[in-house]
């Protein structure tokens, strides 16, 4: 069993990692920037809502991101664990978090943290070629991290929740590297 947060900047290759991750520990991957971009694509209440922050890169307001969490870690594949991916993304939402864990009797295990510098993200970033990757937008998505997001280091680091891994080695060493500090952990508890 095994609860998850994989937490790092836009590009820091949290989607291929979480697909590794999911794999090794037989747990959903629970991505928020996925189930945004399929009710986004469906049109639903919540999708049509999301649309137009995430079109101005900018993050979707708690409320909506917790209730859309809420809903999935009550669902009976996530009873065994899971991989939360883009969640929490603010130090409000890891309080909201804690006690949506607490009323469900669940607990966090380990966050991940992908530690990747700004001009190597944007370098990979603006490599993928996708229509809202482009530098301002980019640039934008860095800031909102840097100021809304990246708060969760010290809170996580501070409650002894954190693994800080290098996410601009290659892939294989990525996953190499969570996977050992992962294992350490589980063979401690």
Known sequence: MARLILFGPPGAGKGTQAVELSSRFTVPHISTGDLFRAAVSEQ???????????????????????????????????????????FPRTVPQAHALDELLSSINQSLDRVVNLEVPDGFLLERL??????????????????????????????????????????SAPVEDVTAAIQTALTAFFSQA
């Open 44 to 86: 639903t209440a919540l999708g049509v809502k999301a649309q137009g922050y995430l079109d101005r890169g900018e993050l979707v307001p708690d409320e909506l991101v917790i209730d859309m969490i809420r809903e999935r870690l009550v669902q009976p594949d996530t009873q065994a664990g899971w991989l939360l991916d883009g």
């Open 126 to 167: 603006l490599g993928r070629g996708r229509k809202d990757d482009n530098e301002e937008v980019i640039r934008r998505r860095l800031q909102v991290y840097h100021d809304q997001t990246a708060p969760l280091i010290r809170f996580y680091g501070d409650r002894n929740q954190l693994t800080d891994i290098d996410g």
